[in-house]
C-alpha cells in the first residue's frame, strides 16, 4: 500500500521516523514535505498535496492513504479535508485510529507531533494504516451522505424523528 504524509515544522521528527518505519512495514512512502526544519513553513502546502494524492490514486482504484502531522494535528486535519473526496480523521488514542477506518473509512489520518510521545503516535499511525472499513450499512449509508454533500452541497434530509423540533427544519 501507498501511503502519503504531508506535514509542518512540527511534524517533522514524526513524519521522519514513519517514514522509516511505514518502509520497513512494507508501505511504499511517499514523502510531500517538508524535507528541512523551517519554523515559518505552512501546513496547507504539504498536506493539501499529500491529501490530494491520496483522492486521486483512491479514483484509480488504488488503496491508498495519508498521514499528515502538526503540533496538535488540527490545522493539518482542516487542510486535508479541505480536498474534494478526503474523509481525514484526527486521532489521539488506538480506539480513535482504531474508528476512523472501521465507521468513517477516513483515508488521511491526522496526529499532533506535539501531543504524545513518538511510540504512540506510531501506534495510532500503524493501526489506522491497518484496519479495514467496516462496510455495515449504517457506516456505508452517513458516508454516503457526507458524499454527496461533498460533490453538491446537498444536505441530507432530515429524519422524521427530526421534523417539526427545531430550526432545521427551516432551512430545508
Known amino acids: ?27 511504499e512512502v511517499v514523502d510531500h514535505g517538508p524535507f528541512v526544519y ?60 482504531k474508528l476512523a477506518r472501521e465507521h468513517n473509512d477516513a483515508q488521511v489520518v491526522a496526529v499532533g507531533g506535539r501531543m504524545h510521545s513518538i511510540e504512540d503516535m506510531t501506534r495510532f499511525v500503524e493501526i489506522f494504516l491497518a484496519e479495514p472499513f467496516s462496510d455495515e450499512e449504517r457506516h456505508v449509508r452517513r458516508i454516503g451522505q457526507l458524499d454527496v454533500y461533498d460533490r453538491t452541497g446537498e444536505r441530507p434530509a432530515l429524519p422524521e424523528s427530526a421534523r417539526g423540533l427545531g430550526p432545521a427544519e427551516d432551512q430545508d
Open 38 to 97: 523551517d519554523a515559518l513553513d505552512d501546513y496547507p502546502v504539504f498536506c493539501i498535496r499529500a491529501a490530494e494524492a491520496v483522492a486521486r490514486e483512491r479514483e484509480q482504484g488504488q488503496g491508498s492513504l495519508g498521514v499528515v502531522i502538526g503540533g496538535s494535528g488540527n490545522g493539518e486535519q482542516m487542510a486535508a479535508n479541505k480536498v474534494t473526496g478526503i474523509r481525514c480523521a484526527l486521532v489521539h488514542s488506538d480506539e480513535t485510529a
Open 1 to 27: 500500500m501507498r501511503v502519503h504524509l504531508g506535514c509542518d515544522h512540527a511534524g517533522l521528527d514524526l513524519k521522519s521516523h514513519l517514514t522509516t518505519r511505514l518502509t520497513d512495514l512494507g508501505y
